[in-house]
């Protein structure tokens, strides 16, 4: 069956950097949209970054200049590189696939920003 296992996630400083993984498998990541959405309480979960399989990638709002998303398609994972982190980024980060017209989702993997 498909699976989404985030992991990377933890307690940063503002300023600092985090790079989240997901690892993926039970269906074919090559060819398949990746995306990291987001989830901050009392608020609805919004999608960050997506990477295309020709690695075309989309960024929405504060997002844009400060993460960069990647995927490795031999190891089927993908990545969220997030520098210049802020308490608002505070949030669960889950990663999503789009796969025969069924939306899957990761466990999520908390990142907290605080001083």
């Known amino acids: 069956q498909v699976q989404l296992v985030e992991s990377g996630g933890g307690l940063v400083q503002p300023g600092g950097s985090l790079r989240l993984s997901c690892a993926a498998s039970?269906?074919?990541?090559?060819?398949?949209?990746m995306r990291w959405y987001r989830q901050a309480p009392g608020k609805e979960r919004e999608m960050v970054a997506a990477?295309?399989?020709?690695?075309?990638?989309d960024y929405v709002g504060s997002a844009k200049g400060r993460f960069t998303i990647s995927r490795d398609d031999d190891k089927n994972t993908v990545y969220l590189q997030m520098d210049s982190l802020k308490p608002e980024d505070t949030a669960m980060y889950y990663c999503n696939a789009r796969w025969v017209n069924t939306n899957y989702w990761g466990q999520g993997t908390q990142v907290t920003v605080s001083s």
């Open positions: 990477i295309s399989s020709g690695d075309i990638t």
């Open positions: 039970g269906f074919t990541f090559r060819g398949t949209l």
